[in-house]
């Protein structure tokens, strides 16, 4: 409170609203991934059918056992790096401007795990020009 009081006073109105804001948000951000917490697939390809619809692609998986429950989700920008339970590590590096998405599930007989990564070309890929059809993609100087 009295860290509170040595604020100027326009500060000090902004900053409860701006609070409230943050909190909420961070309830809201963590209620999306709790919200698939303990969600059943049948299969991988129904994984990654919804998957695609929230905007990400596979790029990689471990295990076979399904169906399954997720148990953990884990996102993170540019790379991840995770530990199998089995001790192994692995890590997704070089995946600049994208979010990827690790996806833990728990088969009948053990751990599956699912990596993603989001759909969108990467910043660097989108100013490409590619030649037109008919045109000759060399240029002799």
């Known amino acids: ?3 509170l009081r040595t604020l100027p006073r326009p500060v000090r109105r ?6 409230l804001l943050l909190v909420a948000s961070m309830i809201g951000f963590c209620s999306h991934h709790t919200g698939q917490l303990g969600r059943r697939y049948a299969s991988l390809a129904e994984l990654e059918a919804q998957q695609h619809k ?8 471990f295990g076979e056992d399904w169906p399954a429950r997720v148990i953990e989700i884990m996102t993170s920008q540019d790379q ?3 530990t199998r339970q089995n001790g192994n590590r ?15 599930l728990e088969g009948r007989h053990g751990e599956l795990v699912v990596v993603f ?5 990467a910043p660097a890929d989108r100013d490409i020009d590619l030649p037109r059809r008919g045109e000759n993609p060399v240029r002799v100087l």
């Open 1 to 3: 409170m009295v860290l």
């Open 54 to 61: 929230s905007g990400y692609v596979r790029i990689g998986s």
């Open 80 to 82: 991840i790096s995770f």
């Open 14 to 19: 902004v900053l409860p609203p701006l609070l």
């Open 117 to 121: 990564r989001s759909a969108p070309d």
């Open 90 to 104: 692995h890590s997704y590096n070089g995946f600049t401007g994208y979010t990827l998405k690790l996806i833990r």
